[in-house]
């Protein structure tokens, strides 16, 4: 075999081997062909708003949030859009504002769609915290929105806890009494230590709601009300907000208001046990 056929030869073998290699490698969009969405979704959190992120397809997300103006009333925002794992961005062209107001946990009727086809990106921060700006939206209070997870929020308030001397906890009832709320159901405590009274509302639509009302006394050691007399009523509402019906569901209902000494409580109710899981109940407005 002459010099020339030889040098052909290795030539050939060289190009071969390159062009196998370059077969051989893959690009992914992230580890294991995940979708990179997957590392951030969830449900985020700041003031009376919150936001859920979920992953669809290979770099899509999907979002959801809401905001509430009262119980039941609020705005609501519908979007999509494409992660870009380099500025760590969700951008997005597709943003539905609506204003609504929920007849269930996760069912709403529109009232007015207030905006579509809105654009702009959700920020994925590196301290976990996400930054949201909208065109549409630019000039409202809360923007940017900042959210937290609620474990890294549980996860801050612990190191702030242990950083720091824990505030001594009030056992005197007049500290507790006031309004506090969660989503689209509010209690009111008011009376005194050893007749406290309790009043729940839960709007189900514009024109209804359940309502119930307890009493019971205040232990300043465990800070709590336990009650045994609650009544649950169904109201319907006229077009002026006067009640123009009202039925009674049941009676004596069983349970207890738990407060924590940082502004919140929890209700636990035997007939309402359901409904109530992993609810907490923020102070809104001071008796």
Same mark, same amino acid.
Not at 28 to 35: F, I, K, V, W
Not at 275 to 280: A, F, N, R
């Given at each position: ?6 040098i052909?030869?290795?030539l050939?073998?060289?190009?071969c081997?390159?062009?196998f ?6 690009e ?8 990179p ?14 936001a ?31 992660f ?7 951008n ?9 107001t929920y007849?269930?946990?996760d ?5 007015? !769609?207030?905006? +579509?086809n #809105?654009? $702009?990106?959700i =920020?994925v921060?590196? @301290?976990g /915290? %996400?930054? *949201?700006? &909208?065109?549409q ?9 900042e ?14 806890d ?16 006031g ?5 689209r ?18 709007g ?14 205040f ?5 709590r ?12 509402y ?9 039925t !009674?569901?049941? +009676?004596? #209902?069983v $349970?207890r208001? =738990?407060?924590f000494? @940082?502004? /919140? %409580?929890? *209700?636990? &109710?035997?007939?309402?046990?359901d ?6 109940f ?6």
């Open positions: 075999m002459n010099t020339k056929k030889i052909c030869l290795v050939s073998l060289v190009l081997t390159a062009l290699a370059a077969c051989g490698k893959t992914t969009p992230a580890e294991n062909g995940q979708n969405v997957m590392n951030i979704v969830g449900t985020y959190m700041n003031d009376r708003c919150t859920t992120i979920e992953a669809q397809g290979e770099n899509g997300a999907k979002v959801s949030a809401y905001w509430g103006e009262t119980a039941k009333d609020g705005f609501q925002w519908e979007l999509t859009g494409t870009n794992a380099e500025t760590n961005r969700i997005y062209t597709d943003a539905k504002k609506m204003s609504v007849t269930d946990v069912v709403y009727d529109v009232n007015e !769609v207030v905006f +579509e #809105g654009a $702009g990106y =920020q921060n590196e @301290d /915290t %996400l930054t *949201w700006e &909208d065109d939206d630019s000039n409202m209070s809360f923007e940017p929105l959210f937290v997870t609620p474990d890294d929020a549980e996860e801050a308030d612990a190191a702030s242990s950083a720091e001397p824990a505030e001594e906890v009030s056992h005197d009832f007049a500290d507790y009494t309004i506090y709320g969660a989503g159901c509010s209690i009111e405590i008011g009376g005194d230590k050893d007749n406290a009274t309790i009043s729940v509302t839960w189900s639509s514009a024109a209804e709601a359940s309502v119930w009302t307890m009493s019971g006394s232990d300043p050691d465990t800070l009300i336990n009650y045994s007399d609650s009544v649950k009523a169904n109201r319907v006229d077009e002026n907000g006067e009640v123009a019906s009202e !009674v569901e049941y +009676e004596n #209902g $349970g208001i =738990q407060f000494g @940082d502004g /919140t %409580l929890a *209700w636990q &109710d035997e007939q309402e046990a409904q109530l899981i992993d609810m907490t923020e102070k809104t407005l001071v008796d």
